[in-house]
């Protein structure tokens, strides 16, 4: 199938999720001896040659291949910038103090 950038970005996300439901099965199955693992779902052909495809400064798309969970690289999509609510903007700074005063 020929999908579209954002078609192919909700396939990817479901396979995530089914990941991780599998991920979770394999879990539960550690308390009981030698059990029958369930299977983990392949891949989708169609993902494989899927790109970050944001607009770099120059105007053109992404053409990173190593991509997070959400579709896109680590430049233009990756980890969290930080706290954003006024809570968790003063957790950041108590952890910030607890790191930087003297130990006694």
Not at 61 to 86: D, E, M, V, W
Request: charged content about 30%; overall charge positive; hydrophobic content about 25%.
């Amino acid at each position: 199938m020929n999908f579209g950038t954002p078609e192919k970005r909700k396939l990817l996300k479901r396979h995530n999720r089914e990941c991780d439901e599998v991920f979770e099965a394999w879990q539960a199955y550690e308390m009981l001896p030698c059990p029958p693992l369930p299977e983990a779902p392949h891949f989708p052909e169609d993902l494989h040659d899927m790109r970050c495809g944001a607009k770099t400064r120059k105007g053109t798309p992404c053409k990173q291949k190593a991509i997070y969970g959400n579709g896109r690289c680590k430049f233009h999509g990756g980890l969290s910038t930080g706290p954003r609510t006024a809570e968790g903007k003063a957790r950041s700074a108590r952890n910030w103090t607890k790191r930087t005063l003297p130990k006694r």
